[in-house]
């Protein structure tokens, strides 16, 4: 390719967006235009083609945009009139591929892992071996979604947190959270230009603040009406204490951020992302092998002989006798 590029210029203009400090931060600080391109190999990564086979299958859905942002965090499809209403209700952070998503496909991988231990002899179970696969999952779940900085500062702190964890050594929430953040920086300077890097540890600083000061409190209260007052209490702390940086840097606060993440952060972190990320490993394996599973349902069935029918009664005896 032959290009022409020039560096990214900012502007002075007091509260206007930095556009220089962004690209620095993204580690795009040229900016330019194509002068000549020629194909040197016609063939695209195997995340390009599994995004265009994502994009394929979902084109027939009227929020395809959104569920691959939500995915991939692919957001340039989406329309504006989306990024508007989640920008005005404070949930616009749900569609970055950053800590939420990939710390869950992390959860959901060390869970599944944990899970297959149980059929294995007591020798070969080892707790490390979750924490370390649990991370794995999530450093190709990043690489999948593209790498981007905020997703690779998530990988950074995970794997981290795993170091410490290993540790065999007890380390309070403070600790933990000054070694990720000094790791992120060690690994990527430029990302103290970030705001969404402060936005993310100014929150995990705020979610520790507050449990220390002001626990939640322990009523005698069903489970289900326990994990909403739990989850109120959660969300009115990172409000509060985060409505200076946000004030800060957006010269503004949300009004109905609290009620909108109210809801929609349970929605989206326990039902719509596991459900994108279950379809995208079904999209991996095709839909066919999946198909073929359920065709081969019938063929278990079983004619049993009458003078063979007395053994369903088994069951029974073994209890007894146990």
């Known amino acids: 390719m032959k290009l022409k590029v020039r560096a990214v210029h ?5 509260g206007g967006f930095d556009s220089q400090r962004y690209a620095i931060a993204q580690h795009q ?8 391109a020629s194909v040197i190999e016609p063939n695209c990564s195997l995340r390009a083609q599994y995004l265009a086979s994502l994009q394929t299958t979902l084109q027939p859905y009227p929020w395809n945009a959104v569920i691959l942002g939500l995915g991939m965090g692919e957001r340039l499809s989406v329309p504006k009139e989306i990024k508007n209403i ?5 949930t616009a952070h749900l569609m ?7 710390a869950f496909a992390a959860l959901l991988a060390a869970g599944l892992i944990r899970s297959g231990q149980i059929f294995l002899p007591g020798r070969w179970i080892h707790w490390q071996i979750p924490l370390i696969g649990g991370i ?5 779940y990043a690489w999948l979604t593209g790498m981007q900085p905020p997703a690779l500062r998530t990988v950074v702190a995970l794997a981290t947190w795993g170091m410490l964890k290993l540790s065999g050594r007890q380390w309070s929430g403070w600790d933990v959270w000054i070694c990720c953040l000094a790791a992120i920086l060690l690994m990527d300077p430029v990302a103290i230009l970030s705001q969404s890097l402060w936005l993310s540890a100014a929150a ?3 979610l520790i603040f507050w449990y220390q ?14 994990a909403v007052v739990s989850l109120i209490h959660l969300q009115l702390g990172i409000t509060l204490l985060l409505m200076p940086m946000q004030i800060v840097i957006f010269h503004g606060i ?21 459900l994108i990320l279950a379809a995208m490993v079904v999209h991996f394996s095709g839909p066919l092998i999946l198909e073929q599973g359920l065709k081969s349902l019938p063929e278990g069935w079983i004619n049993i002989v009458e003078c063979w029918q007395w053994l369903s009664f088994s069951p029974w005896f073994l209890l007894v006798v146990w």
Do not use: K
């Open 10 to 14: 900012g502007q002075l203009n007091d």
């Open 29 to 36: 600080p040229l900016t330019g235009r194509f002068l000549q």
């Open 86 to 90: 989640m920008r005005d209700t404070g």
């Open 96 to 102: 970055a591929i950053s800590g939420l998503h990939i």
């Open 136 to 140: 794995c999952c999530a450093a190709f």
């Open 204 to 206: 995990v600083a705020a």
């Open 213 to 226: 000061w002001f626990p939640c409190p322990e009523w005698q209260l069903p489970p289900v009406l326990r």
């Open 254 to 274: 949300s009004l109905t951020s609290f009620i909108a993440n109210l809801f929609a952060i349970p929605l989206v972190t326990f039902i719509t992302v596991p």
